[in-house]
């Protein structure tokens, strides 16, 4: 236990910033969470003597025990858990299929609906969100708005007992489930208020230190709107546009015009009046470079240009 307490600590020692570290134990946390609902989901399978959804319950917990050991781009990758969702999702489909009304095991879709909030990010994965809950809408319906017609066909008929040790660890998952989702997401959220008070921090330091840097023509260029900005831009910066097309070639020339000034930490209401434009024609702006540059909600895009370009 403690090589593998070793290996996890160095795993999130590798984060790139305080936020990706609590992330990361947050993760952890949770997915041990889940690893301990599927080993409950085992134990009731063997006092079910349902051996074949026994052994679909244990792989899936050594899977998820497994994923402590990925790197945390994969383990964020929306994708990855996306399939991994949806995958847990269908299962218990299958399981309220084979075990019929009685058994309640539809109420396992509440439980993945409240670790989606957690896994996923409500503004970027969106669609992902999205997409799952309606599949497990679908997969309720199929059942319930049928009556349970595909059970005749798989039901493994479960005695009146067997049914309400169903019911009953049906219930407890339930409300551990909401207990802990509450618990996660109370955390989630006092993460991101330390990350943007720490933000606004370095936000001040770096505002007084770059605006005393660009004081000079540079920025007197950009905020008189003056047309030779780019150029004298690119003379100072040779490497910037070469080095950002490289990872966003669909970005535009408004864009790129924008990222120059994010570059120079300029304040929206300071890009807004350099390019003679709306603060809400900026931020959408904003919102669309950081999609393309695929960076996610919690990254400050001004200390992400320029720190890396």
């Known amino acids: 236990m403690n090589q593998i307490a070793s290996i996890l600590a160095k795993k999130r ?19 041990l969470t889940l690893v301990l609902l599927l080993a409950c989901n085992i134990v009731l399978n063997i006092v079910l003597e349902q051996y074949d959804s026994l052994l679909i319950f244990a792989m899936a917990a050594l899977f998820m025990l497994g994923t402590l050991f990925f790197p945390d781009r994969i383990r964020f990758n929306s994708n990855l858990l996306f399939l991994l969702f949806f995958s847990l999702g269908f299962f218990i489909f299958y399981f309220d299929t084979i075990s019929g009304e009685g058994c309640m095991n539809y109420l396992s879709y509440v439980s993945l609906t409240i670790a989606l909030s957690f896994f996923f990010d409500h503004i970027r994965d969106r669609w992902f969100i999205f997409f799952l809950v309606v599949s497990y809408l679908i997969w309720f319906l199929i059942n319930a ?16 007992k067997q049914q309400w ?3 009953i660890y049906k ?3 339930i409300s551990f489930c909401t207990f802990i989702g509450m618990y996660f997401i109370y955390r ?16 001040n330091i770096i505002q007084k230190t770059d605006k005393i840097n ?16 780019i150029t004298y831009f690119k003379s100072q910066f040779p490497d910037f546009f070469d080095k950002i097309l490289a990872i966003s070639p669909n970005l535009i020339s408004t864009e790129l ?6 570059k120079l930490n300029l304040s929206t209401k300071e890009i807004a009046t350099a ?5 809400r024609a900026i931020e959408n702006k904003k919102y669309r470079i950081r999609r393309k540059l695929n960076l996610p909600s919690e990254t400050d895009i001004n200390l992400y240009i320029i720190n890396n370009f």
Not at 23 to 30: E, M, N
Not at 188 to 203: A, G, P, Q, T
Not at 257 to 262: D, I, Q, R, T
């Open 257 to 262: 015009e924008v990222c120059a000034l994010l």
């Open 13 to 31: 020692d590798l984060a790139k910033n305080e936020m990706e570290y609590e992330k990361s134990i947050l993760f952890d946390v949770y997915t």
């Open 145 to 160: 708005g049928t009556n349970y017609y595909l059970s005749q066909f798989f039901s493994v008929n479960l005695t009146l």
């Open 275 to 279: 390019t003679n434009s709306t603060i």
């Open 214 to 229: 660009f004081s000079g023509e540079l920025y007197d260029l950009a905020m008189s709107k003056n047309s030779l900005f």
């Open 171 to 173: 219930i407890f998952e």
């Open 188 to 203: 989630k959220e006092r993460i991101l208020v330390k990350y943007y008070v720490e933000k606004e921090r370095l936000n």
């Open 165 to 167: 040790y169903v019911r």
